[in-house]
């Protein structure tokens, strides 16, 4: 596993009609998230053109960190079990910075 800070860019699309709860679900994620240890950021971002598509752009330590995250029990608990069933859609891209 590489020992370089990582990202990760989350795009959901929200189902209508659920935007408040996956809004109240991920404020604790988020604190939780933000947490970690190993956690560098936990930003949140929503479109002006469409405010169900919300993009979180996270940023790791190394991909040890990252794993910790995806297994964490918040994560499972709360993005995995409780928002993934109100998502429409969801894309994740993990990158490493290369400039």
Same mark, same amino acid.
């Given at each position: *596993?590489?020992?370089?800070? &990582?990202?990760?860019?989350a795009?959901?699309? /929200?189902?209508?009609?659920?935007? =408040?709860? /996956?809004?109240q679900?991920?404020?604790?994620?988020?604190?939780?998230?933000?947490?970690?240890?190993?956690?560098?950021?936990?930003? &949140?971002? !929503?479109?002006? @053109?469409?405010?169900?598509?919300?993009?979180?752009?996270?940023?790791? +330590?190394?991909?040890? @960190?990252?794993? #910790?995250?995806?297994?964490? +029990?918040h994560?499972?608990?709360?993005?995995?079990? !409780? &928002?993934?069933?109100?998502?429409?859609?969801?894309?994740?891209?993990? *990158? =490493?910075? &290369? #400039?």
């Amino acid at each position: *596993m590489s020992e370089q800070a &990582i990202y990760v860019y989350a795009k959901w699309q /929200v189902k209508e009609g659920k935007l =408040d709860e /996956v809004l109240q679900i991920l404020k604790e994620a988020s604190k939780k998230s933000s947490e970690e240890e190993g956690n560098l950021f936990y930003k &949140i971002h !929503q479109s002006k @053109a469409n405010q169900n598509i919300l993009i979180l752009f996270e940023g790791y +330590e190394n991909e040890s @960190a990252l794993e #910790f995250h995806k297994n964490s +029990e918040h994560y499972q608990n709360l993005v995995v079990k !409780q &928002i993934v069933p109100l998502l429409e859609n969801r894309e994740v891209i993990v *990158m =490493d910075q &290369i #400039f």
